[in-house]
């Protein structure tokens, strides 16, 4: 955001609530093309980041039409951090995914078509959180290889792969970091928008 205030040569807070209004946008188009949208194939998969600190881990899940590669659903929630500094440091213990998720499935249960596909890793988790938040689907669960060859999860895969290159705050190894959970939620919506092809302006 600093750099977009330097180009633009404006306040934070005008490109903060420019994004803000964008973000609501993306959220418009996106509830109306799940009106009409059907699928019988969605890929679910989560991706790793953090807020301020590596120490205060976040886990963003996702589905994706296995078809098309359009992006269904997202949520941002926090995750036990896996290390002791943080655990005992920044008391970052709570897990807000469960929740995240079954709103995630919620949000596009009405797109998924009777006794749809939902295809998942092999975390141990998903079936009871899918078993939740959804009904009459079939669920498989796929593994990508070890080795160079044919990715089963290809489409998740390279979903987060585009998101990580896309987003400087997504990237592995970056300076940039994310500050609020509210905010990396608009980035995502701003993301949605491109990946889909919704007109915001």
Known sequence: MRRMV???ECSPRTVAKKISHLAEQSKVHHA??????????VMIDEMETFMHSRYKQLSVPMVVRVKTGEVLGFGVARKPCNQPRGQIKYKWTADDRPQE???MLRAIEPALTPGCTVITDGHPSYGKWLGK???NYQHKQLQSPSTPGYDPLFAINLTFAKMRNDLAR???KTWTTTKTIKGLEEHLWLWVAWTNGYRVG
């Open 133 to 135: 938040g959804l009904a």
């Open 32 to 41: 109306e093309r799940m009106k009409v949208l059907r699928t019988t194939c």
């Open 170 to 172: 997504l990237g592995r």
């Open 6 to 8: 330097a180009l633009l």
């Open 101 to 103: 998720f079954h709103q």
